[in-house]
């Protein structure tokens, strides 16, 4: 058990809204758990003072921070360095303040992807479908590209969204992503958009689930309600489901690892969705 001093390092989400995130409680978790004299707090960070609590961050010298909606992209002009990855992605949502030097990482895809591999499901050589073409969309394209899916396709309910993502990921990665349902089945099926989180849950951003199967995985970004419509249809039709619980739970792991320069225990997944979570 630790106790807050002067040798307390800080870290922070910084997002707006930013109240309601889980960050603080998993990343406090793991802090005391390990005895890390770390303490995490929720900063709300308006669009207009961005540039000024990103130089906050090497003023104060706070140790690292989290970034959400709806600075990801625009944080990224205020950053010394950028990752690769992040770089790909487009999207940033972990600062790591390394003696005034601010380098971005995104987390999230690879929180994502880490949690599918988590239940077995895996990516190389598969027949991916992603619903909704929003912020949370463009990282997981780019990853799953990367990490050569046979086929990625994005449907969305304004297409010429779904078209400008799926430019972005030609121009990036040298990937091909269709915007249209053209196979007869798909083996991974995923929900990037908010249709059916709480409190809306009787929305599904889904019609058809005839492409699914008992060989088909489906997940889902969202982890409230813990089985959204869109996974309770795919199960229905035999699919194995994930909801977003494992991503939102990775994503903090790889975090505090770029944050603290170090490896977490492998048993900290399953701990932190039972003590955490309480799942
Ligand atoms: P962001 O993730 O960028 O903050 P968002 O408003 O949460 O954006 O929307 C994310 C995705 O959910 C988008 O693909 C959005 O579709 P549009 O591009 O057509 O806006 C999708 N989405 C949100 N509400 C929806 C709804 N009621 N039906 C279908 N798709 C919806």
């Not at 809306?200 to 089985?227: H, K, Q, R, W």
Request: aromatic share 10%.
């Amino acid at each position: 058990m630790f106790e807050i001093n002067g040798h307390t390092k800080q870290l922070a989400i910084i997002g707006d809204p930013v109240e309601h995130s889980f960050s603080p409680q998993m990343h406090n978790y793991i802090s005391k758990r390990l005895g890390n004299n770390y303490v995490y707090t929720a900063l709300e960070v308006k669009p207009e003072n961005l540039g000024d609590a990103v130089r906050g961050i090497r003023a104060l010298g706070i140790a690292g921070v989290n970034v959400t909606a709806p600075h990801k992209f625009a944080v990224m002009q205020y950053l010394d360095e950028i990752d690769g990855r992040a770089m790909q992605y487009g999207s940033v949502n972990t600062v790591v303040n390394r003696n005034g030097r601010l380098t971005g990482y995104n987390t999230d895809a690879d929180g994502f992807y880490q949690s599918l591999l988590w239940e077995g499901i895996t990516v190389r050589d598969q027949d991916i479908l992603i619903v909704g073409a929003g912020g949370a969309t463009q990282p997981v394209l780019v990853l799953f590209a990367l990490e050569g899916a046979k086929s990625i396709t994005v449907l969305n309910r304004t297409r010429a969204n779904a078209q400008r993502l799926a430019e972005y990921t030609e121009k990036t990665v040298g990937y091909y992503v269709e915007t249209e349902k053209k196979l007869p089945r798909y083996d991974v099926i995923i929900n990037t958009t908010s249709v059916g989180m709480w409190p809306d849950t009787a929305g599904c951003p889904l019609d058809d689930f005839s492409f699914v199967d008992s060989n088909t995985a489906a997940a889902d970004m969202i982890y409230n309600p813990a089985e959204t419509v869109f996974l309770r249809r795919a199960r229905e039709r035999g699919a194995k489901t994930v909801n977003g619980l494992g991503m939102l739970i990775f994503q903090g792991i790889i975090a505090y690892e770029l944050f603290t320069d170090t490896k977490l225990p492998a048993d900290m997944y399953r701990e932190i969705a039972k003590e955490v979570f309480g799942k």
